[in-house]
């Protein structure tokens, strides 16, 4: 599956990768201020998160093999 | 516990056709309550911001001109050529409106909207055979862009005209009081509360069908259009709802074009033979084409990506100009692209479904067949009939934005003239209690299965290009069959958190909408533009017909209806 790495020391709290998501991969831990990457399976590498973190603080790196495809059922 | 809220005019989805939709509602009536409900986050969420930002304008060409090559080329007379025409008249306008709203439309040095030509396709055939192309082909249209924050911006441009929003709050139903409309009912994606909210009138703007298996796409998930087939709402070209991209299984990037450089293992070029004169786009005999040769075990299918006689053309689209104008976009393709071919390693090219699901019903004001329900964007293109017998993008590219656009600035103004003429509706509490029970029975569920296990024998179905592209009345029966087996399956989902009740949600939504397509599918017996069968391969000589799905106590019931040509200006 793909990754998601969050560099806490970076991240300012803001928000921006939790609303960023548009099919809630990320969520969001009030108490920390940090995103909580819940459901990494599901991601679809749109990076959305990644390039609109001001901090540079998030990174996704896509596995593509993994992506959740019908290989076998094309034709 | 409950939360109840109460609106005049309710949009559910916050992206481009919600918020076009949410905005001139408010314009039309400042003093009404317009709210937009989102699963996720406004101005974040949908489609519309994570595609190439180019949006279709005419240019100098007339509405009537665009209408009628298009109903000869493309739409085949299946359109509402009243539909037609409207979407024609308002594409212009579309641009300036979002450049009002976001500020992101690039413009020249005078302020003039940059248009480029859409140069896609041969102008003649040279002595040898092979393809001539010219730098302008006289397509009646032209393509504008935006920069992919416009929608950002949009969403800060409707709070500030008193546009109320909530976001995290995903719709699950609607509520009907004495056969209108009285509003929906949703849950907070986040903690589970039930929300309840009423309204005067409620506007559709939530995504079609994508079945999850382009990644792109994969927001579009259908509860909208099942929510809608609930409350006995009607749906049209269904069958229509089966777009394909050319892509690479190794990144599942889109290869445009390829059908002009389409070889088979053999070293054959077995995709010009397709490619008309008039080819706007691709086309679905290529993909067809594509399915012949790997039944007949000539494949894989390759991408010659350098006799791809587009990629000059779309690479001039994209000039260094429109570029450096657009920082967002760049940063945003330049990550896709980086990841994408950094793990490329090879020119195979397969059919990905992409879908675009999205027959609900609609006249030329954007309202369904239920009294106050109207609907914009993608869960009402084919229904719509503005564009007729051809998938989503319409074999013209840059029409996303522009459908989103125009849909939403038609139901808002209607939504709010049909709230200000409306009594306040009463929200019944058996039909939240049945919905609650509905909604709830996953996290209550002595089952295993995992919406995402489901999800993959759905893709299964409906990824094969045989069983959804290039059809056959028995191919369609044996995937029917196994879309029934599957809904058997529903109340064996299992979840924990609200998360993955969505996704049985989500899950029920997609096999419904697999039962409508291949109902619809089996009930159209010709072969019409996007739609072909193997088993039927000419136009029906009843002439344009469009294939009506209805809700028949619970079940999904299909019937033809005449495409009344003669109430329209142009004929075949």
Known sequence: MNTIIVNNELCNGCKICFKACFIDVIKWDAEARRPIIAFPEECVQCMFCEINCTQRALKVHPKYDSYMFPRENLA | MSQYTTADVLIVGGSIAGLAAAITAKEHDPSLNVTVVEKYTSGYAGKANRGAGVILVLGESTPEEFAQFYLRHIGMYLN???????????????????????????????????????????????????????????????????????????????????????????????????????????????????????????????????????????????????????????????????????????????????????????????????????????????????????????????????????????????????????????????????????????????????????????????????????????????????????????????????????????????????????????????????????????????GSLKPLELVAEIQKVMQPVGNSLYRHEQRLRSALARIEDLKALLPQLWATDPHHAFGANEVAAMLLCSEMFFKASLERRESLGWFLREDCPEPSPDGPHWVIVENEEGQVSVSKQRVPLEDYPYQP
């Open chain 2, 80 to 446: 509402n050529q009243r539909a037609l025409l409207q979407y024609a008249s308002m594409l212009n306008s579309n641009v300036e409106i979002l450049d009002k709203w976001s500020g992101r439309i690039v413009k020249d040095e005078n302020g003039k909207v940059r248009t480029s030509k859409w140069t896609s396709g041969p102008v003649a055939r040279n002595e040898d055979g092979t393809l001539r192309f010219a730098e302008t082909v006289e397509y009646p249209w032209e393509l504008a862009t935006v920069d992919l924050d416009y929608v950002l911006k949009i969403y800060g441009y409707a709070r500030r005209k008193g546009v109320k929003f909530i976001n995290r709050v995903g719709m699950v139903d609607l509520l009907t009081d004495d056969g209108r409309i009285a509003g929906i009912v949703g849950y907070d994606i986040d903690d589970g509360t039930q929300r309840v909210l009423t309204a005067k009138s409620v506007v559709l703007a939530c995504g079609n069908q994508d079945w999850r298996v382009s990644p792109m796409w994969s927001p579009a998930r259908g509860e909208g259009i099942s929510a809608a087939f609930r409350i006995g709402a009607r749906f049209v070209n269904c069958e229509f709802g089966s777009f394909y991209n050319w892509i690479s299984l190794e990144n599942f990037e889109s290869e445009m074009g390829a059908e002009y450089a389409l070889y088979n293992d053999k070293g054959e070029n077995i995709g010009l033979r397709t490619v008309k004169d008039v080819h706007s786009d691709i086309n679905a005999e290529s993909l067809a084409e594509w399915y012949k040769q790997t039944v007949a075990g000539n494949g894989p299918m390759h991408h010659r990506v350098r006799e791809n006689p587009l990629l000059p053309s779309l690479e001039s689209m994209m000039d260094a100009e429109v570029m450096r104008a657009r920082p967002f976009a760049t940063r945003f393709w330049n990550t896709l692209m980086f990841n994408a071919f950094s793990q490329k390693t090879n020119d195979e090219v397969v059919p990905g479904l992409v879908g675009e699901f999205g027959g609900l019903w609609v006249d030329e004001d954007m309202a369904t067949t239920v009294p106050g329900l109207f609907a914009a964007g993608d869960i009402c293109v084919q229904g719509s009939r503005a564009w007729g017998a051809v998938a989503q993008p319409g074999r013209h590219r840059g029409s996303g934005i522009a459908f989103g656009t125009y849909s939403g600035r038609v139901a808002g103004p209607s939504a709010a003239t049909y709230a200000a003429g409306a009594q306040v509706p009463i929200a019944h509490d058996e039909q939240i209690t049945a919905i609650d029970a509905r909604f709830n029975a996953p996290l209550n569920s002595d």
